[in-house]
């Protein structure tokens, strides 16, 4: 027969080894960078042309995730995604931080070769991972969604 007291305290210990981290780590809920907000510049911008997007955001921790980036419109004409980039590594560490000034992330791409002109938004939203659990159920922060605008190129002008 199984002694109470030995049952009672395995309970309590399978409890706080496993069940606690468990619960801890599924309520770490709060994302570890908060972005203000976005701009693109140029803007606006020609087809195919590298831009850059400079975010304001402040750090609570550091965490690694993956970003999601996409382009989505023309705005006005039954807007849809136009481009999908890559998911990319995202990780902002002190020395980045520095390098880009006081809380301020450029993040540097091309426009799509392809982009007619029009009125889009650059969108992205980044999986956190900050702990073991978050790597199966990441964490996903919707940034702020940035409009901007595509020009025709001038004549004479490659694509």
């Known amino acids: 027969m199984i002694n109470r007291s ?5 309970i309590v210990g399978f409890s706080v080894l496993f069940i ?4 801890y780590m599924s309520l770490d ?11 693109l510049i140029p803007n606006p911008a020609t087809s195919g042309q590298t831009v850059d997007v400079i975010w304001e955001y402040e750090v609570h921790r550091f965490c690694s995730g993956i970003v999601y980036r996409r382009i989505i419109g023309p705005i006005g004409s039954g807007a849809a995604i136009v481009h999908n980039y890559d998911p990319t590594v995202a990780v902002i560490n002190p020395r980045i931080a520095q390098q880009s000034g006081p ?6 791409f091309s426009l799509p070769p392809s982009t007619s002109p029009g009125e889009f938004i650059y ?8 702990n073991p659990l978050q790597a199966i159920f990441p964490l ?7 409009p901007f605008g595509v020009r025709d190129r001038p004549i004479g002008q490659k694509k």
């Open 6 to 10: 030995a049952f009672k305290s395995f």
């Open 20 to 23: 606690g981290p468990i619960v």
């Open 29 to 39: 809920n709060s994302p570890p960078y908060t972005f203000h907000k976005g701009e």
């Open 103 to 108: 809380n301020k992330l450029v993040v540097t």
């Open 123 to 130: 969108s992205a939203t980044i999986e956190y991972n900050c």
């Open 140 to 146: 996903k922060v919707q940034l702020p969604q940035v």
